[in-house]
């Protein structure tokens, strides 16, 4: 069984940095997808960024682009979003999801919930202008 142990999160400053950490248990598939979503308060939950690992793309959301990034440490089966230049507008529960079965690509694909079937537990992050 599969499972995504996150943690991170917390209040900082508009222009400060945070980072979200994601354990994945149990994981042994050849292709995948993994990344990270958000529910800011009375809005649907989006894609901010996910990682193929067919063939290494990622996406990022334009909100979040030059200022996210995600990255792996395959050693720890995990992954991470780096999050720089904090808006109050990336306020938000922050989740880690994972399709266990994705071949496809995030070239030119957003990323979605569809077939993310484990997620971690949320991650508040606050921040404050």
């Known amino acids: 069984e599969v499972q995504l142990q996150a943690s991170g999160g917390g209040s900082v400053q508009a222009g400060g940095s945070l980072r979200l950490s994601c354990a994945a248990y149990g994981f042994a598939f050849d292709d995948y997808a993994i990344g990270w979503f958000r529910q800011a308060p009375g809005k649907e939950r989006e894609g901010v960024s996910c990682?193929?690992?067919?063939?290494?793309?990622?996406y990022y959301a334009d909100s979040v682009k030059g200022r996210f990034t995600l990255f792996r440490d395959n050693s720890r089966n995990a992954v991470y979003l780096q999050m720089n230049s904090l808006k109050p507008e990336d306020t938000a529960v922050y989740y880690c999801?994972?399709?266990?079965?994705?071949?496809?690509?995030?070239?030119?694909?957003?990323?979605?919930?569809?077939?993310?079937?484990?997620w971690g537990k949320g991650l508040l992050v606050t921040v404050s202008s």
């Open positions: 999801a994972t399709d266990p079965y994705f071949s496809g690509t995030y070239n030119g694909r957003s990323c979605t919930d569809f077939g993310m079937d484990v």
């Open positions: 990682f193929s690992s067919r063939d290494g793309s990622i």
